[in-house]
């Protein structure tokens, strides 16, 4: 398997819901990332884990929750977001977070809060 | 901090002709050159990197060129075809970093016409 895969595709949820979007990889990668992409927009960096460890946090709002429940899956937890939170959220994997190692990206969960 | 400079923003060409999209970055510490190809409503995927052993890179249609000294790199696509029509977004990465950080540039949204 050669791919990263990400569930759901699409979510809408209004500012008082819980709700979590899933990132999955079997390539072996011990590095998941999470990106935040708006439309015409490059994507913004939010977390990375390194060996199932949280290893940056680009000062996200604590409304969004990482969690890295073993090397091949990462949630994204979301709680009491806001209307500007809606874009296309991106998990991607690389052999390890070192530089010079390709990331691979997911599909994406198209995000839309009400 | 880092950053990284990419023009033009869009860029139409026909189809048969070249298209190149330049990059500039700021940290000289900067090390693994990645371009990215996104098209509409799918997730980035990466199409040729560079390191900064390397001065040139080539893979078919596509090479890329790196300039250490006036820090800037460069895709180079030949015989542009319809289905080259996308957004290009080039990225840069620190040796030192062993977060696997990539710092994009904005993007360059290429239309080939038939």
């Known amino acids: 398997d050669t791919e990263v895969t990400q569930t759901p595709k699409h979510l809408v949820m209004g500012m008082t819901n819980k709700k979590s979007l899933k990132c999955e990889q079997h390539?072996?990668?011990?590095?998941m990332y999470w990106y935040k992409q708006k439309a015409k927009k490059p994507p913004e960096l939010m977390f990375v884990?390194?060996?199932?460890?949280?290893?940056i946090n680009e000062s996200v709002p604590s409304r969004f929750s990482p969690e890295c429940p073993n090397s091949s899956l990462l949630n994204l937890h979301l709680h009491a977001l806001q209307p500007e939170d809606s874009a296309l959220y991106l998990c991607?994997?690389?052999?390890?977070?070192?530089?010079?190692?390709?990331?691979?990206f997911g599909p994406g969960t198209r995000l839309t809060v009400l | 901090g880092e950053n990284v400079e990419q023009h033009p923003s869009t860029l139409s060409v026909q189809e048969g002709d070249s298209a190149v999209i330049k990059c500039t970055y700021s940290d000289s510490a900067s090390n693994y050159f990645p371009w990215y190809k996104q098209e509409l409503g799918k997730r980035p995927q990466l199409i040729i990197d560079?390191?900064?052993?390397?001065g040139e890179k080539k893979d078919q249609r596509i090479a890329v060129t790196l300039n250490k000294t006036a820090k800037h790199f460069s895709l180079h696509i030949t015989e542009t075809q319809p289905e080259d029509s996308a957004v290009y977004f080039c990225a840069a990465s620190m040796r030192s970093s062993n977060t696997g950080k990539l710092i994009f540039g904005q993007g360059t949204t290429l239309q080939v016409k038939p």
């Open positions: 884990y390194s060996y199932e460890k949280l290893s």
């Open positions: 560079i390191r900064s052993n390397v």
């Open positions: 390539m072996g990668h011990r590095a």
């Open positions: 991607a994997s690389s052999w390890t977070s070192g530089a010079n190692n390709e990331q691979f």
